[in-house]
Nanobody, 114 residues
Framework: QVQLVESGGGLVQPGGSLRLSCAAS????????MGWYRQAPGKQRELVAE???????NYADSVKGRFTISRDNAKNTVYLQMNSLKPEDTAVYYC????????WGQGTQVTVSS
């Protein structure tokens, strides 16, 4: 069984920053890929960023240059540093952890508004 705990969401003004964290725990040998997805009201869930165990990262075009994904393999944790936030970044953010199958976090709300 794998448990994921997300933290770091909240309300921020346009241009502000937030850092999301997602910590995995449970019975597993090692985590392969980790990533962040988001879902805005009325829209499909979309990839924000993903990172391999070796550190190769991939980003959605809409967040390139503003968001940075990173991971700490010793802590089984993935992070998403979000800078220069825009109202269109408002969504529920979900972490994804690949350990054989896919495991999703519970989601954390990010609201960008003045």
């Amino acid at each position: 069984q794998v448990q994921l705990v997300e933290s770091g969401g909240g309300l921020v003004q346009p241009g502000g920053s937030l850092r999301l964290s997602c910590a995995a725990s449970g019975s597993f040998f090692r985590i392969n890929a980790m990533g962040w997805y988001r879902q805005a009201p009325g829209k499909q869930r979309e990839l924000v960023a993903e990172i391999t165990r070796g550190g190769w990262a991939n980003y959605a075009d809409s967040v390139k240059g503003r968001f940075t994904i990173s991971r700490d393999n010793a802590k089984n944790t993935v992070y998403l540093q979000m800078n220069s936030l825009k109202p269109e970044d408002t969504a529920v953010y979900y972490c994804l952890v690949v350990i054989g199958g896919n495991y999703w976090g519970q989601g954390t709300q990010v609201t960008v508004s003045s």
